[in-house]
């Protein structure tokens, strides 16, 4: 009856380390597999468009910063002719480092390629991943006005740039203007580093008959497609986390395991 009884204490210690054991294996997995993004809006915009996006990520266990550029959203107030790419980058800049952050997935949406390129060259040891969000795809050197030079059609006063999609007497939340250097103003992207980073360009297609399409007249894509970058598609709208949020959520866990 004794060695049945120490038996049964040692296969129940047994089954208990092992059980102990997968939980702590299957826990640190878990962990493992949440990352840190840092949303970036696009021209115009701010943090709150990123709002739905931050509750399904977070919801997730991820954490997320959806930081605001300089003269935009809720910093309207700060807004003036003066402010410019530089300006933007370093809002960026700024965000990973005063909150210390390391290996973080940077997403620029649209304008924000510009911002998140930037971002890349000057703090790239913080970055693990980069992903353009159907985003300008600079060369060094390049503006935003050069990568898309009808931003030029749209109405500029006293050095801030109105596009023709902002809503006259609108309530916020709501795009805004923004300062004419943030467009004209040329980016840096010859860090040697920032170069090599691993990164995506995300490809808001209307269908995917439409894609070769597109392709033919998206310079970014172009661009991407030449440094081997994977390229994914989403069918959606050119604002997929207005859109689509719970598809982009999808999509930004399964490039980045």
């Not at 370093?90 to 998140?116: C, K, P, R």
């Not at 250097?181 to 360009?201: C, S």
């Not at 008959?209 to 030449?226: F, M, P, R, V």
């Amino acid at each position: 009856m004794t060695t049945k009884l120490n038996n049964w204490v040692l296969l129940t210690c047994a089954l208990t380390c092992v059980l102990t054991f997968s939980l702590a294996w299957s826990d640190q997995a878990q962990q493992s597999s949440k990352h840190t993004y840092i949303l970036v809006h696009g021209s115009s915009g701010g943090g709150w468009d990123w709002h739905t996006m931050d509750t399904i990520l977070t919801s997730r266990g991820h954490t997320v910063y959806r930081p605001t550029l300089t003269g935009l959203g809720e910093r309207v107030h700060l807004a003036n002719a003066n402010i410019d790419l530089n300006t933007h980058i370093s809002d960026i800049v700024n965000t990973i480092v005063f909150e210390e952050l390391d290996q973080v997935i940077l997403v620029g949406h649209s304008y924000a390629g510009m911002v998140i390129t930037g971002v890349m060259n000057r703090i790239p040891e913080r970055i693990k991943h980069a992903v353009f969000l159907d985003a300008a795809v600079p060369e060094h050197g390049m503006s935003a006005l050069d990568l898309w030079p009808s931003l030029s059609e749209h109405a500029v006063i006293e050095g801030q740039v109105y596009f023709s999609w902002l809503q006259k007497d609108s309530v916020p939340p709501h795009d805004v203007p923004q300062s004419l250097k943030t467009l004209t103003q040329a980016v840096e992207f010859n860090n040697p580093l920032a170069i090599a980073l691993p990164a995506t360009y995300i490809a808001l297609v209307e269908s995917l008959s439409a894609e070769s399409a597109e392709i033919q007249k998206d310079l970014s894509w172009q661009t991407a497609e030449a440094r081997n970058w994977p390229i994914q598609r989403l069918i959606s709208d050119h604002n997929a986390q207005r859109s689509h949020p719970n598809q982009l959520a999808d999509l930004l866990e399964s490039i980045i395991k």
